[in-house]
Nanobody
Framework: QVQLVESGGGLVLAGESLRLSCTAS????????MGWFRQAPGKEREFVAA????????DYVDSVKGRFTISRDSAKKTVYLQMNSLKPEDTAVYYC????????????????????WGQGTQVTVSS
């Protein structure tokens, strides 16, 4: 089973950028559909972005469209979330998630669709 480790979080000012990484150990990520979720204090975990096993399909929550980009590098066993024009409302713990045994172009946007999760990385955007 794959293990996921997120990195790249931090404290930034509004309008700045961060790139989160989710690196797999134990197995290649090429057989997994991947997603990023976030959870702010007192709120439920929220879908942010997803990418298919092939990398050919992506999806985003409306609030990040045009600002965030999800991508994957199978050789590096890493999935990225490039976050530009960050806003204070983007402040949350960001989690990556993996779903095995799926068709090449399918993406998943719900929490329950994923079966493996990382430990999360904190992103704080100050105004």
């Amino acid at each position: 089973q794959v293990q996921l480790v997120e990195s790249g979080g931090g404290l930034v000012l509004a309008g700045e950028s961060l790139r989160l990484s989710c690196t797999a150990s134990g197995r290649t990520l090429s057989t997994y559909a991947m997603g990023w979720f976030r959870q702010a204090p007192g709120k439920e975990r929220e879908f942010v972005a997803a990418i298919s096993r092939s990398g050919g399909s992506t999806d985003y929550v409306d609030s990040v469209k045009g600002r965030f980009t999800i991508s994957r590098d199978s050789a590096k066993k890493t999935v990225y979330l490039q976050m530009n024009s960050l806003k204070p409302e983007d402040t949350a713990v960001y989690y990556c998630a993996a779903r095995a045994g799926v068709a090449a172009f399918v993406v998943f946007t719900t929490y329950s669709a994923y079966d493996t999760w990382g430990q999360g990385t904190q992103v704080t955007v100050s105004s």
